[in-house]
């Protein structure tokens, strides 16, 4: 199928949206880089989808909970642990890992070597969270807990 096939709307009623693996928005978070592949502008905001390259030994967030949207993680390589609640699972390549609303979570590669994770985000809501993030941290301000838990409540999120 050609480039001209796969955006013309008339053959199918839709634009298709194809992102190469060079492309997409990179957003860098400490020591996390997070790759943008639908912000949702595509998707009539029902999805987001990013791909993140932890560090070795990259803390995460602050457990948290979502009260509008669905989180998914799907491990593409390394090692990375999800804390629900007190209980702690280490999610390894071709793993699922799928957080409701309501749901307290976290993640972080605890390992030496760096992990790859693809997320989803149902509706969107979430990816912009990640620019605020940027933002702040491009503005020379450090994402301690409570600034970080602050730009989440922005986005429907809460403590856990």
Do not use: C, W
Not at 59 to 80: C, K, L, M, N, W
Not at 132 to 146: H, N
Request: without cysteine; glycine residues 10%; charged residues 20%.
């Amino acid at each position: 199928m050609t480039d001209e096939t796969m955006n013309d709307k008339t053959n199918y009623g839709a634009t298709v949206s194809v992102v190469g693996p060079d492309e997409g928005e990179t957003i860098m978070l400490g020591a996390t880089r997070m790759r943008v592949l639908e912000d949702g502008s595509n998707t009539g905001h029902r999805l987001g989808v990013a791909e993140s390259v932890l560090a070795p030994y990259t803390p995460g967030p602050p457990q948290h909970r979502h009260a509008q949207h669905d989180e998914g993680f799907y491990i593409i390589s390394g090692t990375v642990r999800f804390t629900v609640g007190d209980t702690d699972y280490d999610a390894t390549a071709g793993t699922l890992v799928m957080v409701p609303p309501g749901a307290p979570h976290t993640f972080a590669n605890i390992t030496s070597q760096p992990a790859v994770m693809l997320s989803t985000f149902t509706p969107d809501l979430y990816v912009q969270y990640f620019r605020d993030l940027q933002d702040m941290i491009a503005d020379g301000r450090e994402l301690a807990p409570q600034v970080n838990m602050d730009v989440m409540s922005r986005y429907a999120t809460g403590s856990a």
